[in-house]
């Protein structure tokens, strides 16, 4: 920011614009993973991620900031579906949860590399220099993928020939997930990699040294509470518990830690915002709930549809809560803190209406039961007068039973 002289809207739209294309890249490459597998096209794309890393590190101007941002979601933007890919292949279906969380356990540590130990090196390197660690790293990274990870025969049936994008995208169980999914996850993505800095060093008032070890618990969060999640939806499947049950819990935690946020409730600031990881991590739920309901030689397209909405979610997001910002001006360097309420206000009314879409049926069958309850009370209530009555009457006089 003080480098090229953006502002929050920039700032904002520079952050996002790799949720943009992570976004729009979810359905081919989920079609190139299901037809070639993980291993090569998750090796070939992470060459475009060390492409962008050096055109960022050696930008001068916005545009290519730009350029570089959208190599890097290119390039990762198979990361996570190649390893859910992989996870399908590899595990039976009752383990996928549990396996998802570890999975995205040890990927979410490169969240928590991104704050102090990217501010170490930024001490050391500068921002420039710490681009070119992440170009060796990306290219490393992409070889050892491709000679090392072990191949799996594909499946013998081809990715369209069983269901389509559009039969996905028509399903009603997707649709009773997806807008939850999204608002939530796409939320606590968008929060926590742009905007929990400013939001703790405007409105919590923290230093710089207690906001970075502060981003680093929350990195760790996201990285611990995949396995919590997925060891969580294992134990209760196995108690019959249904892994949508425990992903309504969490948005409903997200809920609330975020009213705690808005309306500066009296708690410390690490309660709510050790939740915003946490609810992050929470596409492991979702990613075995979509696991059942389609086939495994398709849970790249699956969940490549699912992502779609997570990653544009984020997107819109990331650049929405950037835009409202914006609307203040900033004073001493800091924008106020009405400005940051209002900007999350938003996407919260946004969760709270899909987390309502989402317990619709739960709320629907609630509903008919104590229908049903009500209607037997009242039944045995009329039964019961019905019955009492000529008891009544046979012991009064005729006068009696007029006034009676």
Known sequence: MSEFGLNAADMGLLASISFLLLAAAQIPIGVLLDRFGPRRVQAVLLVFAGGGATLFGTATGFLELIAARAMIALGIAAALMAGLKAVVMWFPKERVAFVNGCMIMLGSLGVASATAPADWLLAWIGWRGLFEVLTFATFATAGFVYFIVPERAANSARPGDALTLRAIYSDSRFWRIAPLSAT?????????????????????GLDRPSVISQLFIMALG????????????DRLRKRGIETEVLLAVVAGLFVAAELAL???????????????????????????????????ELAARANGALNLLHFGWAFAAQYGIGLVIGHWLPQDGHYPVVAYQTAFSLGLAFQMVALIWFAMPWLRAMSRRLYASFRRQHADHSFTGATMLPAEEAILEASERTEW
């Open 184 to 204: 939530c996850v796409g939320s606590s993505w968008a929060i926590q990699s742009l905007w929990a800095a400013p939001w703790l060093r405007d409105v919590e």
């Open 222 to 233: 996201i990285s611990f509470g995949a396995l919590l999640l997925g060891t969580m939806a």
């Open 262 to 296: 808005i309306l500066r409730l009296p708690l410390p600031s690490l309660v709510p915002w050790s939740v915003v990881p946490v609810v992050g991590a929470a596409t492991v739920l979702s990613y075995a709930i979509i696991a059942n309901c389609f086939p495994a």
